[in-house]
């Protein structure tokens, strides 16, 4: 069988490159070829893993959650084994799916774990998404944090940000379609997530990969908040990313497909990438993509 190993060399702090030997000696435990590639860019990730999905049994990769997502976008609708080895900043794949941040512990899942077939979200019929699709207060962070800052702080370079540039929370008004329900209101923060962990939090910790649904959690306020309904929101995102916490200003929704409607230059966070703007429709694909995951593991 052959493997084909994708990494990002700009992602985490260049761990990869300094284990390159270590890997290839590992995979081909299991692999009679071990290909390895450096990618040059996000374009070069996407497509060497789209060519990489019809010419070898598994690809191996390495980064951080958008990298992932990248090789999400490059794979589409083949079916192709996948193993990932986690070298980002935050990593929240890799907590909602129990895989250990670092390189032995996450090779010996690929090696001796068990292959898993999960579900993904497709957007608006084109994109895909692992664990979060998200748009308002502080999800610009996770795409505008310079690498050099998170190279140097870590997952502290999100928090930096945020006190920098996004302390004012914009209102925007969502509607959403799905789960049973239709809800109009305005919002400061949507959340759908397919995951357990959100930028580092376990906010969505009773969640699966593999259950055919996703939860979604909205963060209600008014057009034109007071002080004190400011600090509200504040409140109601930390409850809920700290501990799923539930309020009359905290709406979650579970369901298999949603159509939300916004302004069209809201902008939505896809796994830590830019995504699209304005309105979104998110559709489960149950079972979609097959991933090593940790053997003993409840997805």
């Known amino acids: 069988m052959k493997c084909l190993f994708l990494y990002n060399p700009n992602s985490g702090k260049r761990r990869i490159e300094k284990k390159l030997s270590y890997i290839s000696a590992r995979l081909s435990e299991r692999y009679a070829q071990v290909d390895i590639a450096a990618t040059k860019s996000a374009e070069d ?17 390495s980064g951080g959650d958008g990298t992932f997502n990248l090789v999400l976008q490059g794979i589409g609708e083949r079916r192709v084994q996948l193993g990932y080895i986690p070298g980002g900043t935050t990593n929240d794949t890799a907590r909602s799916l129990g895989i250990p941040r670092n390189i032995r512990g996450a090779l010996n899942v690929i090696l001796k774990g068990r292959s898993e077939a999960l579900d993904v979200m497709r957007l608006n019929g084109e994109r895909y998404a692992v664990y979060i699709a998200a748009a308002g207060a502080f999800t610009h962070a996770t795409y505008a944090t310079s690498p050099a800052l998170k190279k140097k702080l870590g997952i502290l370079a999100y928090a930096v940000e945020v006190l920098l540039h996004e302390m004012k929370l914009r209102v925007f008004p969502v509607r959403v379609n799905g789960g049973g329900s239709v ?41 034109r908040p007071r002080f004190w309904q400011r600090m509200g929101a504040y409140g109601s995102i930390a409850a809920m990313m700290l501990a799923e916490g539930k309020g009359k200003n905290i709406l979650r929704f579970s369901g ?31 079972r979609h993509m097959k991933l090593f995951v940790p053997r003993k593991k409840k997805i």
């Open 183 to 223: 809800t109009e209101c305005d919002g400061v923060l949507l959340l759908a997530m397919n995951g357990r962990s959100v930028a580092g939090f376990r906010a969505n910790a009773a969640g699966s990969m593999c259950d055919g649904k996703i939860e979604l959690a909205l963060i209600r306020q008014v057009r």
């Open 45 to 61: 990730m996407e497509a060497r893993a789209r060519e990489g999905a019809d010419r070898y049994d598994a690809i191996i990769f």
């Open 256 to 286: 298999s497909h949603f159509t939300i409607a916004t302004e069209e230059d809201v902008v939505w966070d896809l796994d830590g990438e830019e995504g699209m703007r304005g309105d979104l429709t998110i559709e489960v694909l149950p």
